[in-house]
């Protein structure tokens, strides 16, 4: 016969298991949703990261006033630091256009070599250039048949300018001689686009030499079209011996560049900054 004693004892152990296991479903719950949750949190962004810089690493004929360029995939979350090395040159007020940094400079000595420094909650950019002021080089300007070309954009950036580059690579047997900045024409078709073009930081005085085989590359941004277009843009570069190319202005996908940048004032003209010829990164 079964005392009231063992009754009791077997009463409280189920009892002991079914709260045990409530516990467990209700962590298992919990886990869930907390996992749910976590899968439909937005995803966070990405770090910023530098693009390009002008002038480029190494750059050589870099005038003694203009604009420094620091183009970032977007804009850093902390405020950034610069410096000059050596110290005699003077560095305006920096200002953002788009994601890019542009910084104004003047009083750069000829022939010197100077380290440009960009931090804030990390090393951004650490570079050095040259000032203009050496021998020119010499030898015979790159004709259009030397040479093949490509535009690439990219992409609409805030404030409403785009930013692009122009990829040369010499395809001939022999060196020759690209213009310190050649003349970039935004095309509409067939129509040229009204645009003034300006330096955009220390472009090269003396023409750039460019060896059989190699690339040099020339950046630049587009900013403040009021007008319209009705197709895909091109561009016309001017060479040095008289002649032109006109090719597409492509992204790094292929896809055309069809909408130009915002319109930001009315009565300001159209610019295309446009950088030094430097070495590609190939």
């Not at 003034?196 to 090269?204: F, I, K, P, R, Y």
């Not at 587009?222 to 007008?227: D, K, L, V």
Request: with cysteine.
């Amino acid at each position: 016969m079964i005392s009231a004693r063992s009754v009791t004892k077997v009463m409280a152990r189920w009892a002991l298991l079914v709260i045990l296991g409530g516990l467990l479903l209700g962590a298992g719950i919990l886990s869930f949703v907390l996992l749910g949750q976590s899968h439909r949190q937005p995803p966070v962004d990405s770090a910023p990261s530098v693009q390009r810089t002008v002038p480029s690493p190494n750059a050589t004929g870099v005038t003694a006033q203009g604009q420094f360029a620091v183009e970032f995939s977007r804009r850093p979350d902390h405020s950034l630091d610069l410096s000059l090395t050596p110290s005699d040159g003077l560095l305006g007020s920096s200002f953002w256009k788009g994601v890019t940094l542009i910084v104004p400079y003047s009083g750069l000595r000829p022939g010197v070599t100077y380290r440009l420094v960009v931090s804030g909650s990390k090393l951004w950019v650490d570079l050095t250039f040259t000032t203009e002021g050496g021998p020119s080089p010499t030898g015979v300007a790159c004709r259009s048949s030397d040479l093949y070309l490509s535009v690439t954009y990219q992409g609409g950036i805030s404030g409403g300018a785009v930013s692009g580059s122009v990829d040369l690579l010499n395809r001939s047997n022999a060196n020759c001689l690209l213009s310190n900045r050649p003349g970039l024409i935004p095309r509409d078709g067939r129509a040229a686009l009204n645009v003034t073009q300006t330096e955009l930081a220390g472009v090269a005085s003396p023409p750039f030499l460019l060896g059989a085989g190699q690339h040099a590359r020339v950046v630049f941004v587009w900013s403040n079209f009021c007008g319209s277009v009705g197709s895909a843009i091109s561009m016309t570069v001017l060479l040095p011996d008289g002649e032109d190319v006109t090719v597409p202005v492509l992204s790094s996908t292929g896809g055309a560049l069809t909408s130009p940048p915002g319109c930001n004032s009315q009565p300001d003209p159209s610019t295309m900054a446009v950088g030094q010829v430097g070495p590609a990164d190939h």
